[in-house]
């Protein structure tokens, strides 16, 4: 039976889909010897894949993970800087998996992880509009900062969706807030944290939808259970 080219990639744990049409393009992929194009169409029982000279393994087992990102590593599979990824903490689950969102690098907390290229676009995509919760910790005037940080803000020219934002500490200058948001743009939390005037020290992300990070240490993972991989996916 044949099916999408870049869907079989995904399957087969290669990469996303997104991704598949970039290894496509570049001329990483063939078909029975022949250079691969975007759109192609193969059967896997009758044609012989290839990436970069490889031969394309059948369907791996779908695998879902969930990584508590340290501060201090990039959220890519590798660096041209040279610096430590997060990639590197799950390199023992035992198959290749990439990250699905994004965690800047003086950011921490959950960060999930998977091989399964159709549920990351599923997941990732605008109209999920799933919900992301930060523990943040900032310095500044917190009773200038709310209502602006609840309010009408607009970041690339774009309005945000309203964040859900409250107080879990107060201190003298600053204090912990608890930042909810459905959209992720950029060091979203953060520059919304400088409009209103408030300097952050540290940005945990603790939840993504149904998923906390309940009880995972720095550096530490798991994998997901199915009910969780189901829950995520509604």
Request: hydrophobic share 35%.
């Amino acid at each position: 039976m044949e099916e999408r080219l870049q869907k079989l990639l995904s399957a087969a744990g290669i990469c996303s889909r997104r991704m598949a049409e970039e290894y496509i393009q570049s001329g990483r992929v063939a078909v029975n010897g022949v250079t691969a194009r975007v759109g192609d169409k193969v059967d896997p029982d009758r044609d012989r894949v290839t990436v970069d000279g490889q031969v394309l393994a059948g369907k791996t087992k779908r695998v879902w993970l969930m990584l508590h990102k340290p501060r201090g590593f990039v959220t890519t599979l590798a660096d041209e800087k040279g610096r430590r990824t997060a990639a590197e903490l799950v390199e023992g689950c035992g198959c290749r998996v990439w990250p699905v969102g994004r965690l800047d690098l003086n950011s921490e907390g959950l960060l999930l992880f998977t091989n399964d290229g159709s549920g990351t676009n599923r997941v990732i995509h605008p109209s999920h509009q799933m919900e992301k919760e930060y523990h943040v910790t900032v310095e500044g005037k917190l009773e200038a900062a709310l209502p602006i940080l609840r309010g009408p803000m607009e970041l690339d020219g774009d309005m945000l969706s309203p964040a859900q934002v409250s107080v879990l500490r107060r201190e003298e200058l600053g204090g912990e807030l608890s930042v909810v948001i459905h959209q992720g743009k950029n060091r979203q939390v953060r520059r919304m944290c400088a409009l209103a005037g408030l300097e952050v020290k540290r940005l945990v992300r603790v939840r993504e939808g149904p998923l906390r990070l309940d009880g995972l240490k720095p550096g530490q993972w798991r994998f997901l259970t199915d009910n969780e991989i189901r829950a995520l996916e509604k």
